[in-house]
């Protein structure tokens, strides 16, 4: 019932709520990776078949949001090439697919929040992917209901599968061994890792000075993880 809960929205700040709320659902997450990250299915896709331009997408979509989605082909078939460049990477490594072989039933909210120090840019990517999947699935379930969608709706619906496609293109394009082509992550847009641990560095190092002066001045000083080591 999530799918039907988000087109139910009658509004962008009501879907914006919805969408928040849906990250605490632990089913959700689990069914995402096993549809959208599962190898099987990525690997029965055409190459040139990007599902989300599928005609009983456009035919609930409308179509202003049909076009929307259409000027973005090459970005959705480039994020298709991409995908199974890392399936292929893993296959070759002998890595398991994690979303078949080692289930996770933690929510999105649980996943995006384990890692205190994760950069900023990495969270903002994933969560647009996130969001992106989760539209997609919507609209795929919009056309198996065949419910046309109100156009601000579709077009709300296609701009987040459009910026969580582009978001996991630009983390990917941060990974070894994974190319993705510049015209469609040009450099500007890509994920720095190095830059972002050198500011996660920078950061943890200016907080512990601070936390280092408070207890010299005789201050409690509170850790969200534990306290650090010693040395």
């Known amino acids: 019932m999530i799918a039907p809960d988000l087109l139910a929205a009658v509004n962008v700040d009501d ?23 599962g190898m099987e299915w990525q690997k029965s896709l055409p190459p040139s078949d990007p599902v989300i331009l599928r005609p009983e997408i456009a035919a609930v979509l409308g179509p202003q949001a049909t076009t929307q989605l259409c000027s973005q082909i090459t970005l959705f078939l480039g994020h298709i090439s991409v995908v199974r460049q890392l399936i292929q990477k893993r296959m070759e490594a002998g890595m398991p697919i994690a979303a078949l072989s080692q289930p996770d039933t933690r929510s999105f909210s649980e996943r995006l929040t384990e890692d205190p120090a994760m950069p900023s ?13 989760i539209a997609f699935l919507c609209l795929l379930d919009a056309a198996r209901r065949q419910q046309i969608l109100a156009p601000w709706l579709a077009a709300t619906m296609a701009g987040y599968v459009i910026e969580g496609s582009r978001a996991h293109l630009s983390l990917l394009a941060s990974m070894p061994g994974i190319s993705v082509p510049l015209e469609l992550i040009p450099v500007e847009e890509r994920f720095d890792v ?18 280092l002066e ?15 080591d010693d040395d």
């Open 15 to 37: 879907l914006a709520e919805r969408l928040d709320t849906v990250l605490e659902h632990r089913h959700l997450a689990r069914m995402l990776d096993l549809v959208l990250h």
């Open 121 to 133: 840019e990495v969270f903002s990517r994933l969560l647009k992917a996130i969001y992106g999947d």
């Open 194 to 211: 190095g830059g972002a641990r050198q500011r996660t560095a920078e950061f943890l190092l200016g907080a512990q000075s601070m936390a």
């Open 214 to 228: 408070a207890e010299r001045r005789g201050q409690t000083v509170y850790f969200p993880s534990g306290a650090p």
